[in-house]
Nanobody, 123 residues
Framework: QVQLVESGGGLVQAGGSLRLSCAAS????????MGWFRQAPGKEREFVAA????????YYADSVKGRFTISRDNAKNTVYLQMNSLKPEDTAKYYC????????????????WGQGTQVTVSS
């Protein structure tokens, strides 16, 4: 399995931006589709965005479409989540995950998970 470490979270005002990074190690990163999920206190983990192995195909949750952008740099073994126009409802712990299957919206399709990075958006 691949090991994942997220970074880039923090506290930001509504309307602001953050870029999350997820560094992978242990296996061939380009063999994995990557996803971002988030979980707010008292809520279930939800899909945010996903990207296929080569980076040419991406998927987004409706709640973030047009505001968030997922990308990857296979040479750096890193996947990114650029978050713009942040809203208080985006406050959550954000997790990156790796899948050998596809860029799925289902968390069960991902076999490796990072520890998460906290994003807090103040109003």
């Amino acid at each position: 399995q691949v090991q994942l470490v997220e970074s880039g979270g923090g506290l930001v005002q509504a309307g602001g931006s953050l870029r999350l990074s997820c560094a992978a190690s242990g296996r061939t990163f380009s063999n994995y589709a990557m996803g971002w999920f988030r979980q707010a206190p008292g809520k279930e983990r939800e899909f945010v965005a996903a990207i296929m192995w080569g980076g040419g195909t991406t998927y987004y949750a409706d709640s973030v479409k047009g505001r968030f952008t997922i990308s990857r740099d296979n040479a750096k073994n890193t996947v990114y989540l650029q978050m713009n126009s942040l809203k208080p409802e985006d406050t959550a712990k954000y997790y990156c995950a790796a899948s050998r299957l596809w860029a799925s919206r289902r968390s069960d399709d991902y076999t490796s998970w990072g520890q998460g990075t906290q994003v807090t958006v103040s109003s």
